[in-house]
């Protein structure tokens, strides 16, 4: 069975730009977070999405937006990029959205380098 | 003041050591206590949870959580190179199933 994939794996933006991150949970799994991990950080969350709602926001600036998809996926937009943006980025799905915490699956997170 | 506070290492054993890591919280609400593995350039995996004090065994990994402390422990027994990884605390209420990270320990096992 496939874990979470999360695309692109790798990518390199200039300030200014913006960036579109895509998850697809696990089959199955209904529910999906984003997270951000700064180098040497803990994950820091994001957004929490359970059947396309928004359960969930973080303390992030409005540059940063997501979606859920009818089939689940998920996307996680970023405008205005600031250096201070770049970090791996990690989607976790669950079966719901309050579930046990050993329920949460993260993918292996998609890096962002922001020049 | 953070609510996980975790100390980043890193921490470097010989193989078979006991690895103590250990964070504490701020947040009597928290109920919930994991502990996640974290290899280079990979997502967090699940370890274990715990819910509310006590202890909790899972072959060479035990977790310990006192709750009168605010203090969380994961022991590694006989420990292994391939344990070398980063090791995060994470806590969350009850009402809430949004877990809050610590930075994460570094574990170095060298043969």
């Known amino acids: 069975d496939a874990g979470v994939t999360q695309s692109p794996t790798h990518l390199i933006k200039t300030r200014g730009q913006h960036v579109t991150l895509r998850c697809s949970p696990i089959s199955g799994h209904k529910s999906v977070s984003w997270y951000q991990q700064v180098l040497g950080q803990g994950p820091q969350f994001i957004f929490q999405y359970y059947e396309k709602e928004e359960r969930g926001r973080g303390n992030f600036p409005d540059r940063f937006s997501a979606r859920q998809f009818p089939n689940y996926s998920s996307e996680l937009n970023v405008n205005a990029l600031l250096l201070g943006d770049s970090a791996l980025y990690l989607c976790a799905s669950s079966l719901d959205a309050t579930g046990p915490p050993g329920e949460l699956f993260f993918g292996e997170g998609s890096r962002l380098t922001v020049l | 003041q953070k609510e996980v506070e975790q100390d980043p290492g890193p921490l470097s054993v010989p193989e078979g050591a006991i690895v103590s890591l250990n964070c504490t919280y701020s947040?009597?609400?928290?109920?919930?206590f994991m502990w996640y593995r974290q290899y280079s350039r990979k997502g967090p995996e699940l370890l274990m949870y715990t819910y509310s004090s006590g202890n909790k065994e899972d072959g060479r990994f035990t977790a310990q959580v006192d709750k009168s402390s605010k203090y969380i422990s994961l022991f590694i027994r006989d420990s292994q190179p391939s344990d070398s990884a980063t090791y995060l605390c994470a806590t969350r209420s009850g009402g809430s199933y949004i877990p809050t990270f610590g930075r994460g320990t570094s574990l170095i096992v060298h043969p």
């Open positions: 947040n009597s609400a928290f109920q919930y």
